[in-house]
């Protein structure tokens, strides 16, 4: 991490000083070391950071919902699965079939080659990969 100086270099941000900066008491003191050792601080800035510094360890509810009760959600509701991941309402997204075992599907007869389906995500109609997140847009798993 880097910080500007107060003649604005740069000055790498090292553990000793971080450490005086977690004993800080209030947001004042934190001005106070920064001032002291030439670092450029507003008050917000400070405000920032003396939270970030000092976080209870309480989960927020968004947090405390995505660690309990099984699945996590993405804020609009679609339960975050994997590839592998696999459930009662798993459909095909080549033949639209519910089958629960494994499956093979012709995809180039001039080259027979075929695709061999698992009834995972994976294969499901319901996924979509969005920003790296698998996704789960069957309405029943929506939160």
Request: with cysteine.
């Amino acid at each position: 991490m880097e910080i500007k100086t107060r003649r604005n270099k740069k000055m790498e941000f090292n553990t000793e000083l971080l450490e005086k900066a977690k004993e800080a008491k209030s947001t004042e003191e934190l001005l106070t070391l920064a001032k002291e050792n030439g670092v450029e601080l507003t008050k917000e800035e400070a405000d920032a950071y003396f939270a970030q510094l000092n976080k209870s360890g309480e989960l927020s509810d968004e947090e405390l919902d995505n660690v309990s009760g099984g699945g996590c959600h993405a804020k609009d509701g679609r339960l975050i699965v994997t590839s592998a991941y696999s459930c009662e309402d798993f459909t095909c997204k080549l033949c639209g079939s519910h089958r629960r075992d494994y499956h093979t599907h012709v995809t180039n007869l001039e080259s027979r080659t075929a695709t061999i389906v698992q009834p995972t995500c994976n294969f499901c109609k319901y996924l979509t990969i969005e920003r790296g997140l698998y996704l789960c847009n069957h309405v029943d798993h929506k939160k």
